[in-house]
């Protein structure tokens, strides 16, 4: 190392030494640097009459910029063409994403600009139909963000103004645009440490179309014609015979506390998240429908994107992936355009929060808009009570819609009931129901058996009894990879 001193002073080889790995916050100051000496030697350019860089071709402008960089004596040589293809990303492409870009199977991206820069920025992205975390380059900070929206906007003549909350665009590629802030952010939950974070921040949604497959990329012409394929039994799990399944009631006494429910109940809800059916949890003010509703969806599996429709930021979501919210401002955002915004965010499910007056038919658009897995809560009296309760709310709506035909998507699209009810402080589900799709009557799956009142705690005293889903969820399990848990007792004759 002695040695190497004589070729340049101690800053210089400490310059190199430290140049191989580059923190997140060296590399933020070292762009900023950059672009401080660029505004400067533009605003330079235009006092002496010789013009300033809009006009330049990329080429001229990555010749510029070279020569400026090498002015700054902070910044490693090493460096010099990662900066430079960025900042020259930032103005003739995609800038931070612009490697997202670059891959050919990326079709969505999504982007988490907070408001308050010492916030986590989030970058997430669809590649072959899987979300994952872009975990390169981000944007300097938020303002920087929005001059990136708005440099990429004008080549569509818009421009992107926070007063009018979301903006959507199409560029001539047809990649599609779509922008909101003021009534959005996203929530992350650490399950070690049981923390709950919401973030407001301003969120960016992009659709790319990928080439176009033609018509035989989208067959097998060796799959053969007119025989029924044998698969290899070896390959399927275990198959239960319905009819030698011995199916017997589970009886759990109620200790009440935070015991809401038994352990089959919670487990058959849990099955429900991993397939994706639409819940609704009913019951009167301070039941639990929200706190249920909240620890439910811890069961929704990783990778899930979650987007919550809400009066005002008050879920909890226990999940660890990414967690979209918009939420509702009177006169100027309504949860009916958080719907239509959030059709342009590409969530895998959507939880709306409480249906009243006519988000009943909104929430009916929700349930029929493809995002399987959907939940919400309402008001009502009893599981029986609950799609009248929403076809009722539906039709006050101003499109005034066809009260059957509001019943007929409830009874298709509306897969399971879970009701609440409390007395005094304890909490419990009184009843959890199937829809059945062909007549919209109930199976119960579970209720809660109330024998009495305690005679000195005054609390009411009573059992879970558990009686199971249909055969037609079960055969849907079997499909899909899932035993049934042994909490639910059965066995086979």
Not at 50 to 60: H, N, S, Y
Not at 344 to 370: A, L, N, W
Request: glycine share 6%; with cysteine.
């Amino acid at each position: 190392m002695a040695e190497l001193k004589a070729w340049g002073d101690e800053a210089d080889w400490k310059r190199l030494e430290d140049s191989g790995q580059v923190d997140t916050q060296k590399w933020k100051t070292w762009q900023a640097r950059l672009l401080n000496e660029v505004l400067k030697d533009q605003d330079k350019r235009k006092s002496e009459n010789r013009g300033g860089t809009v006009d330049f071709t990329e080429a001229e402008y990555r010749h510029y910029l070279y020569e400026i960089i090498q002015t700054i004596e902070e910044i490693p040589s090493i460096h010099y063409n990662d900066l430079v293809k960025q900042y020259l990303d930032n103005a003739f492409r995609y800038g931070p994403v612009q490697p997202l870009w670059e891959k050919p199977r990326v079709s969505d991206i999504q982007i988490f600009i907070p408001y308050d820069d010492r916030h986590k920025q989030i970058i997430a992205y669809v590649e072959n139909r899987v979300r994952k975390t872009y975990t390169d380059q981000q944007f300097r900070s938020f303002e920087q963000a929005t001059d990136w929206i708005n440099h990429h906007l004008s080549r569509i003549n818009l421009r992107y103004d926070p007063a009018k909350i979301y903006l959507d665009g199409t560029f001539p590629n047809f990649e599609r645009i779509h922008i909101i802030s003021g009534t959005s952010g996203y929530s992350t939950f650490d399950p070690i440490q049981r923390s709950y974070t919401f973030v407001r921040c301003m969120i960016i949604s992009i659709r790319r179309f990928l080439h176009p497959f033609s018509r035989l990329e989208l067959t097998d012409p060796n799959a053969g014609q007119l025989t029924i394929p044998q698969i290899d039994p070896n390959r399927l799990m275990t198959r239960v015979d319905l009819k030698k399944l011995k199916r017997q009631p589970v009886y759990t006494p109620f200790s009440g506390g935070g015991a809401v429910a038994d352990e089959a109940t919670m487990e058959y809800l849990r099955i429900c998240q991993e397939l994706r059916k639409n819940l609704m949890y009913a019951g009167g003010t301070g039941t639990g429908k929200t706190t249920v509703a909240n620890a439910n969806q811890a069961a929704i599996p990783k990778g899930t994107m979650l987007l919550i429709l809400e009066e005002s930021p008050e879920m909890q979501p226990q999940i660890e992936g990414h967690v979209i919210r918009l939420y509702e401002r009177p006169g100027v955002f309504s949860l009916e355009d958080g719907l239509k915004s959030a059709l342009r965010m590409y969530p895998d499910i959507i939880f709306m929060s409480e249906i009243r007056d006519r988000i009943g038919y909104v929430y009916c658009q929700t349930i029929q808009s493809g995002h399987d897995g959907s939940s919400s809560t309402i008001h009502a009296s009893s599981c029986k009570a609950v799609k009248h309760r929403i076809a009722d709310l539906a039709a006050s709506h101003p499109s005034n819609p066809d009260r059957d035909h509001i019943l007929k998507i409830l009874h298709e699209r509306l897969h399971v009931i879970i009701h609440l009810n409390a007395e005094l402080d304890d909490r419990f589900m009184d009843e959890v129901c199937e829809m059945i799709p062909e007549t919209g009557e109930l199976h119960t799956v579970s209720r809660f058996v109330k024998q009495g009142i305690d005679r000195i705690t005054k609390k009411p005293v009573g059992y879970f009894e558990f009686l199971g889903p249909t055969d037609r969820f079960i055969e849907e399990m079997m499909n899909n990879g899932i035993e049934i848990p042994k909490s639910w007792m059965w066995s086979r004759k």
